[in-house]
């Protein structure tokens, strides 16, 4: 019985597989299959390449780019290879879309080198932690030995402000990198597996680590002042000598591992304000939902007219038609509009049928379905009924007869000819034979 189950689950495991569209089955169906696109668009799914779920269903998300720029974008169900219909549903993956791919592009750009959530910046933030964590035992000797000297209390008070400002960025630094590792592996997930419901948590990893980050950095600038105030005035310091005034610059140097970090600044202001660009642009997709929607009533008209219909292949079954405009071709031909049984018919379907390419051609699309679903009922009607026939057309078989008929009868006329001919110069014979009797009978 368990291996009953277990056949049974790979069979089925195997099956849904098999139904899985492929990134080109997705394309295909957007370009090829339908008419969601316009003339100068081709269509490409943007790395990294994979579905979207949105609520236990994946999705395609295929963009419509024209000049390398996108147009639209179309999402297509995995499963069905049916396009997505609910408002907030299409939503969520354009959005989830725009934010997958752009960030994306972004994390493998020149920006890849300062990426927030890697290996990399994890490491260089525990380093941190460690060299501020090495600052404070320095610090601290620093203040033992301004303790010692008589009127040092404010200096010795500044040096233990540093100290307890060492301590927070290298307690802030493992925060940091803790947050990194957290936000990598999470990043590492939407990336192979994105969800729309997750879109909303990868913008508040960025939110919160530029906020650390921003955090960090006023802090590292607070105490980097604070050092040079104390240095300034331990320099104009009279109770300390020269020797212990070089101990202290000294020990309240900043440690040569930190020189990056007024770049790394720099660079990851830049960086806020492109990821905060890509979610604003994943947040602002009014355009895109109207194209959509635009493109699906496109290609609704589309298969109208031009698009196979059952019911004319059933209705022209003997004159070979599947699609409106075949049907169309065929009613309205010149040699053929006017031996229609339906006048009134073909006369409404020529009417629909022009208005239909005209609203078409003019991206009127509702309308133009609805012209070709009316010209499709009475084309229906017209090939149902019948093909008259005028009274000038004779049947093959019969002119055959006709023809047959009339070699007969001059064959007929051309033997009577004959016969009559022949008798007329037998009986001038018989006149000429009797003459000559009468000659003989004279007499010499």
Same mark, same amino acid.
């Given at each position: 019985?368990?291996?009953?189950?277990? +056949?049974?689950?790979?069979?089925?495991?195997?099956?849904?597989?098999?139904?899985?569209?492929?990134?080109?089955?997705?394309?295909?169906?957007? @370009?090829?299959?339908?008419? $969601?696109?316009?003339?100068?668009?081709?269509?490409?799914?943007?790395?990294?390449?994979?579905?979207?779920? $949105?609520?236990?269903?994946?999705?395609?998300?295929?963009?419509?780019?024209?000049?390398?720029?996108?147009?639209?974008? +179309?999402?297509?169900?995995?499963?069905?290879?049916?396009?997505?219909?609910?408002?907030?549903?299409?939503?969520?993956?354009?959005?989830?879309?725009?934010?997958?791919?752009?960030? /994306?592009?972004?994390?493998?750009?020149?920006?890849?080198?300062?990426?927030?959530?890697?290996? @990399?910046?994890?490491?260089?933030?525990?380093?941190?932690?460690?060299?501020?964590?090495?600052?404070?035992?320095?610090?601290?000797?620093?203040?033992?030995?301004?303790?010692?000297?008589?009127?040092?209390?404010?200096?010795?008070? %500044?040096?233990?402000?540093?100290?307890?400002?060492?301590?927070?960025?290298?307690?802030?630094?493992?925060?940091?990198?803790?947050?990194?590792?957290?936000?990598?592996?999470?990043?590492? !997930?939407?990336?192979?597996?994105?969800?729309?419901?997750? #879109?909303?948590?990868?913008?508040?990893?960025?939110?919160?680590?530029?906020?650390?980050?921003?955090?960090?950095? @006023?802090?590292?600038?607070?105490?980097?002042?604070?050092?040079?105030?104390? %240095?300034?005035? +331990?320099?104009?310091?009279?109770?300390?000598?020269?020797?212990?005034?070089?101990?202290?610059? #000294?020990?309240?140097?900043?440690?040569?591992?930190?020189?990056?970090?007024?770049?790394?600044?720099?660079?990851?202001?830049?960086? !806020?304000?492109?990821?905060?660009?890509?979610?604003?642009?994943?947040?602002?997709?009014?355009?895109?939902?109207?194209?959509?929607?635009?493109?699906?009533?496109? =290609?609704?008209?589309?298969? *109208?007219?031009?698009?196979?219909?059952?019911?004319?292949?059933?209705?022209?079954? !003997? $004159?070979? &038609?599947?699609?409106?405009?075949?049907?169309?071709?065929?009613?309205?031909? @010149?040699?053929?509009?006017?031996?229609?049984?339906? #006048?009134?018919?073909?006369?409404?379907?020529?009417? =629909?049928?022009?208005?239909?390419?005209?609203? /078409?051609?003019?991206?009127?699309?509702?309308?133009?379905?609805?012209?070709?679903?009316?010209?499709?009922?009475?084309?229906?009607?017209?090939?149902?009924?019948?093909?008259?026939?005028?009274?000038?057309?004779?049947?093959?078989?019969?002119?055959?007869?006709?023809? +047959? *008929?009339? &070699?007969?009868?001059?064959?007929?006329?051309?033997?009577?000819?004959?016969?009559?001919?022949?008798?007329?110069?037998?009986?001038?014979?018989?006149?000429?034979?009797?003459?000559?009797?009468? $000659?003989?009978?004279? %007499?010499?």
């Amino acid at each position: 019985m368990k291996k009953l189950i277990l +056949i049974i689950l790979s069979v089925l495991l195997i099956a849904s597989f098999v139904t899985a569209l492929s990134q080109t089955d997705a394309t295909n169906i957007v @370009s090829k299959q339908n008419q $969601y696109l316009l003339d100068r668009e081709s269509a490409v799914v943007y790395k990294p390449a994979v579905t979207i779920a $949105y609520q236990g269903n994946d999705y395609w998300v295929v963009a419509g780019i024209q000049d390398q720029t996108v147009t639209v974008y +179309i999402p297509i169900n995995n499963d069905t290879g049916e396009l997505a219909n609910g408002e907030i549903e299409k939503r969520k993956l354009i959005e989830t879309e725009i934010v997958l791919s752009k960030i /994306y592009q972004l994390k493998n750009s020149i920006y890849g080198t300062i990426w927030p959530f890697t290996h @990399s910046m994890n490491s260089s933030f525990y380093d941190y932690q460690r060299v501020f964590g090495d600052m404070i035992p320095k610090v601290i000797n620093v203040q033992t030995e301004l303790e010692a000297i008589p009127g040092s209390n404010s200096l010795v008070l %500044k040096a233990d402000n540093i100290k307890s400002d060492f301590e927070d960025l290298a307690l802030n630094a493992e925060i940091i990198a803790k947050h990194i590792d957290e936000a990598r592996l999470f990043e590492e !997930k939407y990336f192979n597996d994105p969800d729309t419901n997750q #879109t909303s948590k990868y913008e508040d990893y960025f939110e919160n680590h530029f906020e650390l980050v921003e955090q960090y950095k @006023s802090d590292y600038y607070a105490i980097e002042t604070a050092i040079q105030e104390l %240095k300034a005035e +331990i320099a104009s310091f009279e109770g300390a000598t020269s020797e212990q005034k070089e101990f202290f610059f #000294t020990s309240l140097g900043l440690p040569r591992e930190t020189e990056g970090l007024k770049t790394f600044f720099g660079q990851a202001d830049q960086l !806020k304000t492109l990821v905060e660009s890509v979610f604003n642009d994943g947040k602002n997709i009014e355009a895109f939902i109207g194209n959509l929607t635009t493109r699906k009533s496109r =290609n609704d008209a589309w298969q *109208v007219i031009y698009g196979p219909s059952t019911k004319l292949t059933t209705a022209g079954e !003997k $004159y070979t &038609i599947t699609t409106l405009a075949g049907a169309a071709s065929l009613i309205l031909a @010149s040699e053929n509009i006017e031996y229609w049984a339906e #006048t009134e018919a073909v006369e409404a379907m020529r009417t =629909n049928w022009v208005q239909a390419e005209s609203r /078409y051609s003019k991206g009127d699309y509702d309308k133009a379905k609805n012209f070709g679903e009316k010209a499709e009922e009475y084309a229906v009607t017209v090939l149902e009924g019948k093909f008259v026939e005028t009274e000038s057309d004779f049947p093959q078989e019969l002119i055959i007869q006709i023809v +047959i *008929v009339l &070699i007969v009868v001059l064959i007929a006329v051309f033997v009577f000819q004959k016969v009559i001919k022949k008798k007329k110069n037998t009986e001038e014979g018989y006149e000429e034979y009797g003459e000559y009797e009468d $000659y003989s009978d004279q %007499k010499l």
